[in-house]
């Protein structure tokens, strides 16, 4: 069983930069899809962006196409979100979701303000 821990949140600026970072300890994440979830204030969660450590595809949403980038690092088990060109919208707790095939797991979030 997998456990995942987000950080890495903060306010910013809009058009600002954030990195947020999945620390996984359990199990490693090579053979999960890995993907990063926003939730809005009073909105559902939204899959933003997913990764699959079988064939090193990626899913970017279009709201996020072109700004968000993730990335995997296998050494230290993480998965990263590099954020830019932030905008209020963007606004919301990020959860990191990981799943083998059958289950999934979830991270507590971080939350990401962009504000002045």
């Known amino acids: 069983q997998v456990q995942l821990v987000e950080s890495g949140g903060g306010l910013v600026p809009p058009g600002g930069s954030l990195r947020l970072s999945c620390a996984a300890s359990?199990?490693?994440?090579?053979?999960?899809?890995v993907a990063w979830f926003r939730q809005g204030p009073g909105k559902g969660p939204e899959e933003l962006v997913c990764?699959?450590?079988?064939?090193?595809?990626?899913y970017y949403a279009e709201a996020v196409k072109g700004r968000f980038t993730i990335s995997r690092d296998v050494d230290k088990n993480t998965v990263d979100l590099q954020m830019n060109s932030l905008k209020p919208d963007d606004s919301g707790v990020y959860f990191c979701?990981?799943?083998?095939?059958?289950?999934?797991?979830w991270g507590q979030g971080t939350q990401v303000t962009v504000s002045p």
């Open positions: 990764y699959s450590s079988l064939d090193g595809s990626t």
């Open positions: 359990g199990s490693t994440l090579n053979y999960y899809r």
């Open positions: 979701n990981a799943n083998p095939g059958w289950q999934d797991y």
